[in-house]
């Protein structure tokens, strides 16, 4: 059941939140073993959150979200509950505080089903890279659900919980959405607070949710979505409700298609899948202009694979095994930070902080940090000039289906390449949605919109109007 739908049983007291939980906690008991989607499962916390639900139901305050289980990445804070990042180095790390966007779901009553399994501190494409367990994707529990909120995407597809909350660097909400079948937004950066998630990239970090629907996405939005002081990045604007751009048709919006998109290593199914969502995006009265480009989209690779392992190497300065999470005991305070970080660290995030380091070293600097800037800016410029002809940009969410298990873990750059089409949205700090556009082989394909900054009601538009014509996203994963 959607959030929608799950709202209008509780509020109709057909169903009760506790009965709801248990239903859940009963469907996670019995998937887990073969999907793997969690690092913690809150059940006692779920079951106390529920009861509260349902006084407030009782009472006549139930709003959206009320009573309905989400599932929280395991990179945002939550106080009481364990939050790891799937990292040995915070294995055991309890928070004393809750992210903003957390607080603001435990204000509506919320049931935190639990934290979900994500790629160790959200570097990667397919959860390989948690320090504890692959996630396994519930359409083929031989392929990987995507990453680096693999555990989130898979939970929502396979009915472990009602929706989930992800982040996103580099394409780490919607890649893992398209490989599921299920719809994942990255809000427009400064649209969320950040306050609470633990930082990967700062400059390129969103929350958004994961949810079955474009309806839950709208609903789930208007919760995250808001001014924090405490995230000197938030933007103070105010906050729609997104549920009211969920109309039928699409006359009148410009839509363009970038060709590099469509270039180098595409899977053939997976292009001529979007290519025919398009012709129905135009079915439904928007005009396409088929051959537009972002000359610099090539470049988005390098530039994201310079600037996210630079901020990662400042923000991951702090595991020093002194202030908190796992603590390697040697005689000397060195060979104590040295090993802290040597057992603590995953080789993916080792690898990463090496680039960066290297990157941002003294001789280096000008050759490859500040020329990624630039390049960034070109990009963001690209965007801003093609939005002044379009309303949104249409293109794959992946140049793949989901690939097996263990097929792209020996060779990083071929792993880099499954977010070809997210990075460049993160790095222009645009807003961007994934949502279930096909199958091949009886394997998901992601449609991906673009839209200019704080756009968001455009993009649940399309993606709304794209949806009541098809019904990718009543499929659901047979386990
Ligand atoms: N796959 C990309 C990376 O490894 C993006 C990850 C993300 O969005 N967190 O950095």
Known sequence: MT?????????????SSVELTRAYLERISRVEPAVRAFVT???????????KADELIARGDAKPLTGVPVLIKDVICTKGIRTTCSSKILENLVPPYDAAVVEKLNECGAVIIGKSNMD?????????????????NPWDLSRVPGGSSGGSAAAVA?????????????????????????????????????????????????????????????L??????????????????????????????????????????????????????????IKKLEGLGASVEWEVSLP????ALAV????????????????????????????????????????????????????????LSAGYYDAYYLKAQKVRTLIRREFDQAFEQFDALITPTSPTVPFKIGEKVDDPLQM???????????????PGISIPAGFADGLPIGMQIIGKPFSEETLLKIAYAYEQATDWHKRKPNI
């Open 304 to 359: 994201y694979y310079i600037i996210a392992p630079s901020e990662a190497s400042a923000n991951l300065a702090r595991y020093d095994g002194v202030k908190y999470g796992f603590s390697y005991q040697a005689d000397s305070m060195w060979e104590s930070m040295e090993k802290t970080r040597q057992y603590g660290f995953g080789a993916e995030v080792k690898r990463r902080i090496m680039l960066g380091t290297y990157a």
């Open 416 to 430: 880099y390449l499954s977010d070809v089409c997210t990075l460049p949205i993160n790095i222009a700090g645009l």
């Open 120 to 136: 160790e501190f959200a570097m990667g494409s397919s959860t390989e890279n948690s320090a504890f367990f692959p996630t396994h």
């Open 296 to 299: 610099s989209t090539p470049h």
């Open 158 to 218: 396979v009915g472990e919980t009602v929706y989930a909350l992800g982040s996103d660097t580099g394409g780490s909400i919607r890649q893992p959405a398209g490989f599921c079948s299920i719809v994942g937004l990255k809000p427009t950066y400064g649209r969320v607070s950040r306050y609470g998630l633990v930082a990967f990239a700062s400059s390129l970090d969103q929350i958004g949710p994961l949810t079955q629907d474009v309806t839950d996405c709208a």
């Open 220 to 277: 789930v939005l208007n919760v995250l979505a808001g001014y924090d002081r405490r995230d000197s990045t938030s933007v103070p604007r105010p906050v729609s409700d997104y549920t009211q751009c969920l109309t039928a048709g699409l006359s009148g919006l410009r839509l363009g298609v970038p060709k590099e998109y469509f270039v180098e290593g595409i899977q053939a199914e997976v292009a001529t899948a979007i290519k025919a969502a």
């Open 41 to 51: 499962i809150t059940d006692e916390l779920a079951l106390r959150q529920a009861q």
């Open 3 to 15: 959030i929608h739908e799950t709202h209008r049983l509780l509020e109709s007291k057909q169903l």
